[in-house]
């Protein structure tokens, strides 16, 4: 059974459509990237699955329940962009209380926080923790009850670059265990390493759902070849590998998918010319702009 199951999903707004006929799942332990500019149906389509707004049309299977269902709720956790907490409680406060809320046992707060590096924070007021500090504490909440789907609304927003390491590590922990995640994202660099399927929303409609690797192909963008010459054979190097261009030392050849050994070949016969050579292949940024330039043509 799928985790989360979307089918034909459409939703209008006094006659404006925000999602239009979307479809995809969700499988037990993957992690599925959602990307779309601003006003794509990101949130839209959490606020479907979550069950707070009912779609106009199409299927909404959470966890094999309807959305907003006390099944499907006690199996989701929900991380909004900006979680807001009471500034006078403590993280452990605030913890334990919604731990009360979702009937378990406020015994379990200290080892959330613990888990999410707030241990020795825990005791003092979140009117003074820092941004990241609180979405930490909004991570320890959506972990309560063991989540079987997580649905996270730009989770890493606000946080610096190794507390977003950690919140990663967290999630591939919970993913490895069967957690399906679904998480909306702008930090394409981030999400492109840490997640198994990207989903892209363009003005409500589904422009793409695969792995990296197959949209990378899909949207067969062109590879760069980045050789590094010897100072004193720059010139001749990029002279020879027609089609380049020069930067300093650097010599970039772009190649389509199916040249890209011929190119390789190539640059070897050069030899002792060559002191290094990198394949950079088109990133989930160029990815992303080639399916969502399609949706506006
Ligand atoms: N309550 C509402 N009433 C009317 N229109 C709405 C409402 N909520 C969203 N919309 C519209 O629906 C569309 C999709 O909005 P949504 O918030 O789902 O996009 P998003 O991808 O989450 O954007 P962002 O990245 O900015 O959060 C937008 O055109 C938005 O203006």
Known sequence: MQSLTLSAVTKTYDGATALDAVGFTVAPGERVALLGHNGAGKSTLMKIVLGLIPCDSGRVEVLGHAPGSTAARAGVSYLPESAAFHPALTGLEQLEYYLRLRGESPALAMRLLERVNLGAAARRRIGTYSKGMRQRVGLAQALIGQPQLMVLDEPTSGLDPVSRRDFYAILDELAASGTAILLSSHA??????????????????????????????????????????????VATVAARLSGSRRNGV??????????????????????????????????????????SRRAAE
């Open 188 to 233: 394409l660099t981030e999400v492109e390493a840490r997640t198994d399927r990207i989903v892209i929303l363009s003005g409500g409609r589904l422009m793409a759902d695969d792995t990296l690797a197959a949209l990378r192909h899909r949207a067969s963008l062109p590879i760069r070849l980045h050789v590094t010459a010897r100072p004193d054979t």
């Open 250 to 291: 650097g010599i970039d050849l772009f190649c389509g998918h199916d040249d890209k050994l011929a190119r390789l070949g190539d640059i070897a016969w050069l030899g002792s010319l060559i002191e290094d050579v990198e394949i950079v292949p088109p990133s989930l940024e160029d990815i992303y702009s080639h399916f």
